[in-house]
């Protein structure tokens, strides 16, 4: 079993047990997406959510500390999603605009070791960076791939937001 399976299994997993905090945040009308590889993993009428488990990231006096998968320990100024999120998020919007449609609000959730953190997108390029990753995320061989790096003094602990 690759990187990536064993991953992807706890992602799913943990939305699933997600699903009543975020559904106390958002409104118990949230649902969650029953599509394998959905962009957003939860949505509602107005908001659609993605949810990262990151178990290796701790938020320790107003940081967030990294373990690598290797031992080695940084305290990060950026958490990074696939760019390809940002990009769903963007053209839905654009659709809803040309049919003169109400746009949706996107959410980026971070679970730290069972702490919520959220970033809601916004297309500003003050709060995020764009970077080209090249390695392995997890099939045993190396992708290029773009990844939106959110810096986290723009990443918010998710008990205070306010819809």
Known sequence: ??????????????????L???????????NLDPEMFAHFDYHKDNIMCELKTRDDIKFIDGEFHYTT?????????S????????????????????KNEKEK??????????????????WGKVEYFVEEY????????????????VKVEFIKPLSTLSL
């Open 105 to 122: 609000r996107f959410f980026l959730i971070w679970k730290c070791n069972n702490e919520y953190f959220y970033w809601e997108l916004n």
């Open 79 to 98: 958490i990074y999603f696939d760019a390809i999120k940002m990009r769903f998020a963007y053209q839905y919007n654009k659709r809803r605009r040309l």
């Open 20 to 30: 009543p905090d975020l559904q106390y945040v958002f409104g118990e009308d949230l």
């Open 69 to 77: 998968r290797k031992g080695y320990k940084m305290i990060l100024d």
């Open 1 to 18: 079993m690759t990187q990536f399976d064993i991953d992807y299994r706890k992602g799913k997993e943990s939305e699933i047990k997600s």
């Open 134 to 149: 090249n390695r392995d995320f997890g099939h045993g061989y190396k992708q290029v791939r773009d990844v939106i790096n």
